[in-house]
């Protein structure tokens, strides 16, 4: 049996790394959340939805894809002042 030492690795969506940054989750997270926003655009364009129900949506489909993990993430002064969020 052998024990391999890596870098990163992705387990259950989240990104983990060896040196404790989060900033390649965080990153990650928010890219598929982007995803996932983008290809409703029809649905955010439309003026026949009222703007409550697609404030819903978008807290029902887009936010939790964003936040996914984020009660595991470390946040330090140099992560903070980025302009990652």
Wanted: aromatic letters at 12%; hydrophobic letters at 45%.
């Amino acid at each position: 049996m052998f024990i391999f030492r890596v870098v990163t690795f992705m387990h259950s969506g989240t990104v983990i790394i060896n040196d404790s940054s989060c900033k390649k989750d965080i990153r990650c997270h928010i890219g598929k959340a982007r995803g996932v926003l983008f290809s409703f655009d029809r649905l955010w364009r439309s003026n026949q939805i009222k703007f409550v129900i697609r404030k819903r949506l978008l807290l029902t489909l887009v936010w939790p894809i964003a936040t996914y993990g984020c009660k595991s993430w470390t946040f330090n002064k140099k992560l903070q002042e980025s302009n990652l969020m």
